[in-house]
């Protein structure tokens, strides 16, 4: 394959970007206002996108501070994972997916915290994000635990997940996000 | 006691205190690499501020948008605020642009939270 094909695959009319990698905090937050501005002068609506970028940075976030598969740059270790961003169904939705390598041992507690945040409505979800909020459970964990429900708050339809098996120790943890 | 001078970027907001007034404002996006570094010095300031505090103090908020770690920071420092609230009159100005629906939404959900304090939505 040449870098055109490449290219053409990675980024066309449905598919507005991709990237697999490290992920620090410079690319994260200048790369998702990136995307935001691209697709607001593309003709989206700069609330719809404010959603995509408080997405797209929760998501990098979490692949950043939690990925099991990380490099050390500077004295900082930094997760490595991938992200990509769909036009789907005649274009009416944007799926927000983003994927990392997990251990095992974590699983169950995402699993946990997912099934929670799909299983409430939109109400319920702003009394959970509240409650949690007032937890304080994550104040020293960067506040990762609030940012499940943050992106639910900002989705019009249920979160998904899955986790498929990588070796023993290691799952790949991968999540779904719509506007 | 010192003053608190930072300045904004795109995605950390500008942190001024001013302790002769006690006025604090922030604002801007945030967005820090590690929110708690970030506003440890406000934190810490603010604790030794209410130990001799003036009369009123002004805490001015100017936010577009904020991630989920300053979502619990802004909770933890309304915390405090709450828990001086005898020490110092207290004011909050949480100021939001009027087409900037989840700032006033997020406005909404702190004063629900601290009813006890005097928490102001300022419609620019």
Redesign the interface.
């Known amino acids: 394959m040449n870098l055109y094909d490449i290219e053409k695959e990675l980024y066309s009319d449905d598919v507005i970007f991709t990237f697999s990698g490290i992920v620090s905090?410079n690319f994260l937050?200048s790369t998702s206002?990136v995307i935001k501005k691209d697709l607001e002068a593309s003709g989206e609506s700069s609330?719809r996108m404010?959603?995509l970028?408080?997405i797209t940075?929760?998501m990098f976030?979490n692949i950043m501070n939690y990925s099991a598969k990380r490099a050390t740059i500077d004295n900082k270790t930094l997760g490595i994972g991938t992200c990509v961003i769909k036009r789907c169904e005649n274009k009416e939705y944007l799926i927000i997916s983003s994927g990392n390598i997990i251990f095992k041992k974590d699983e169950d507690k995402i699993r946990k915290r997912l099934d929670k945040i799909i299983s409430l409505d939109k109400d319920s979800l702003?009394k959970f994000y509240?409650e949690q909020?007032?937890l304080?459970s994550?104040?020293?964990d960067?506040?990762?635990g609030?940012?499940f429900?943050?992106m639910a708050k900002k989705s019009d339809e249920k979160i998904k997940y899955i986790f498929d098996d990588v070796d023993q120790i290691h799952s790949y943890f991968e999540l779904e996000v719509r506007i | 006691m010192n003053n608190i001078d930072i300045k904004q970027t795109e995605f950390t907001p500008s942190v001024l205190f001013d302790t002769n007034s006690g006025v604090v404002e922030i604002k801007g996006n945030s967005l820090p690499e590690n929110t708690f570094e970030f506003y440890a010095e406000l934190m810490d300031s603010l604790k030794n501020y209410f130990e001799n505090p003036k009369d009123a103090t002004l805490i001015k908020m100017e936010i577009n948008y904020f991630n989920s770690s300053s979502s619990k920071l802004f909770f933890d420092l309304f915390d405090l605020l709450d828990e001086c609230k005898d020490k110092s009159s207290i004011s909050v100005q949480w100021h939001y642009d009027v087409e900037n629906e989840s700032m006033e939404e997020a406005g909404e959900d702190f004063k629900d939270d601290f009813e006890d304090l005097d928490f102001q939505l300022v419609k620019k």
Do not use: C, P, S, V
């Open positions: 905090y937050t206002m609330k404010m959603n970028f408080g940075t929760e976030q702003k509240k909020r007032r304080g994550d104040a020293h960067n506040g990762a609030l940012g429900i943050e």
